[in-house]
């Protein structure tokens, strides 16, 4: 019988709420695959900070990077926004990524056909939208080095970051979105600001180097200007997107609205070997912390993607899918996805629908 | 009788189209307020290129610092897109900005009753929008330095930027962004990426404390990834929004497409004192260059906009914006912003009918 380690980061706000519920998924899907499971938790994020004084405590990254891997809720809250930066919870989030070196962040944008009617977007428009932004996460400006605030020789301070990317780095997350979009529908666009900035030119050389490699992959090039246009014009055109870390953050996000149920989408973020990060996109909503009404769908579908790409478990991942759609069919809904004539049930509920149909 | 100086930047593609247009209904409305315009012709981008090898000439430079306003249309094109970083038609509208030290650049996105049709957004959520984003324009990653590609120890190639702002580079586009949301709704959303970069806590903090000396405006931060996701999910709740260079090109693309209504978007760059710069937003549209299909009201709109904000025109620019709403008004409409029911014109006959109301 097969046994894995999962590392469980509840962290803040709903978190705890949506990874017990995903915990339980996780764990019917896999005994009925003949997998087993043992899951530790460890603090994250504000939980950490409260507990132990940082955002990420050393067990927790220990704990993570001998694990097979790690399900997160989500981190931050109100409490902790006046922190200084190094004690901020999305600091521990950035330090989880470096330490398990997860630069391949995977963000699927998908628009449900029972869920059509929750995007802002123009049915027709929104309808069939099904693609993947592939993201680096562990390079450019979100680590570059010099950074900081400094005051010049005028005595006036002056904040810097380093957008910066070395050809391996652009080499290694190009080859996860080509390998990606050819399990897709074989598209992949690169998106860069290739007109104005020099990493941008590099990163546009590199990609379409590689692209011999991949001549069954159909690649273009878009400036993040235009693609921030074109998701929202006719977001059906894209399959996969690649791109660096803060236009990945940014794109993903519009991404993610675009479908209008950002409380449906999961990530994985990937390294070369070692355990992925799973994680639903959405943030911690503090406001509705612990009164029930969270969507644990994404936190479910992380948990997914964690047994597809984490551990290779094709049948338990399509299992947990399978039960969430098979939930949305028989019209349950959170809050945050109801439409009229359908059925409002609360963040355990929600659980125990999908748990019946895994 | 007044006066003034203003120097025409065609540029590109469908640029002289939309200038000789929009040259003929400034002259009109000047008159008919009493103001005369001398009208200078100069290169730029890829005519400039073509012409004299750069792609701005110090000619065009002197002209356009000589005047009281300078008029462009859009630059850029396939032929161009090979060239070296130097010799790109982007580079000549980038070295026009820092020349005329045009740091504020305001571009409205207002979705118009008559064209509400065109957004991909629903109705519900499009009609009504009228939001202004002021975007930093001579500063941050477009122009730090160090900047580059070099090899670094390994041999490797390494990409790089910096986005850098000093603080009262913060300041003084804060100060024009305070004001102008005093002049609209009284709501400003400085936008940034503080929980994650250094430059983007230095804004913050000098964003904050400038607040004091506007208390009629109600200011709010917002992270730029949670930005592009509220502009599709309510871009109502927006009335002014502050941001950096790069962060303004990618949410301002993103606002003008959800108006549906490119072509109808202007926008004004202004410095301290100097002679401003006005542009459509859209770009040269290389491939219905010289078809008289063009869309003329951006350019239109963008000579109001130098009425009002670069010479202080404001009944002249009134005409001008009155004469737009009623070609609209009448039916008329370009390709791009046709609809069922409406009259499809091209280029020169929407000019006409915007000549004859103005
Ligand atoms: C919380 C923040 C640091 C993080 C990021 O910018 O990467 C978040 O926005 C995300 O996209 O996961
Ligand atoms: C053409 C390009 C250099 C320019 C920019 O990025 O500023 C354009 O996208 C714009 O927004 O005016």
């Not at 005595?155 to 050819?182: K, L």
Request: hydrophobic share 40%; aromatic share 6%.
């Amino acid at each position: 019988k097969k046994r894995y380690n999962i590392t469980l980061l509840p962290g803040d706000g709903i978190g705890p709420e949506v990874i017990s519920i995903a915990k339980n998924v996780l764990q019917q899907a896999g005994s009925l695959e003949g997998v087993e499971f043992s899951f530790r938790e460890m603090p994250v994020g504000g939980a950490a900070l409260d507990l132990v004084g940082v955002p990420l405590p050393e067990d927790t990254i220990s704990a993570a990077k001998d694990s097979d891997a790690v399900l997160l809720g989500a981190i931050g809250g109100y409490k902790w926004d006046k922190n200084e930066k190094h004690l901020k919870p999305e600091t521990g989030l950035l330090q989880l990524r470096a330490a398990l070196k997860v630069f391949a962040n995977l963000r699927p944008a998908t628009v449900l056909p029972q869920l059509v009617d929750a995007s802002t977007l123009k049915k027709e428009v929104a309808e069939g939208v099904d693609l993947l932004v592939v993201r680096e996460l562990t390079g450019g400006i979100y680590f570059g080095e010099p950074r900081g605030i400094k005051t010049n020789e005028n005595g006036e301070e002056v904040g810097f970051n380093t957008e910066v990317y070395a050809a391996h780095e652009i080499d290694r997350i190009a080859r996860v979105a080509f390998e990606t979009a050819r399990k897709r529908r074989g598209k992949l666009c690169s998106v860069d600001k290739a007109n104005v900035l020099d990493s941008s030119i590099l990163w546009r050389r590199r990609v379409t180097a590689l692209a011999a490699d991949y001549p069954d992959v159909e690649l273009s090039h878009m400036y993040v200007d235009n693609a921030a246009m074109q998701l929202v014009r006719d977001p059906k055109q894209f399959d996969t997107i690649v791109t660096n870390n803060v236009f990945g953050d940014i794109l993903s996000d519009e991404a993610s609205m675009i479908t209008g149920s950002i409380g449906m989408l999961p990530s994985a973020s990937l390294s070369d070997s070692g355990p992925g990060l799973f994680e639903p996109i959405h943030g911690s909503a503090p406001d509705i912390a612990g009164e029930d009404k969270a969507n644990p769908l994404a936190t479910i579908l992380s948990a997914a993607m964690l047994l597809k790409y984490g551990l290779g478990e094709e049948k338990a991942a399509k299992r947990i899918e399978d039960a969430v759609l098979g939930a949305l069919n028989k019209g349950f809904r959170t809050r945050d996805i109801y439409s009229n004539g359908t059925k409002l049930v609360g963040c355990k509920e929600m659980g125990e629908e999908v748990l019946k149909s895994v």
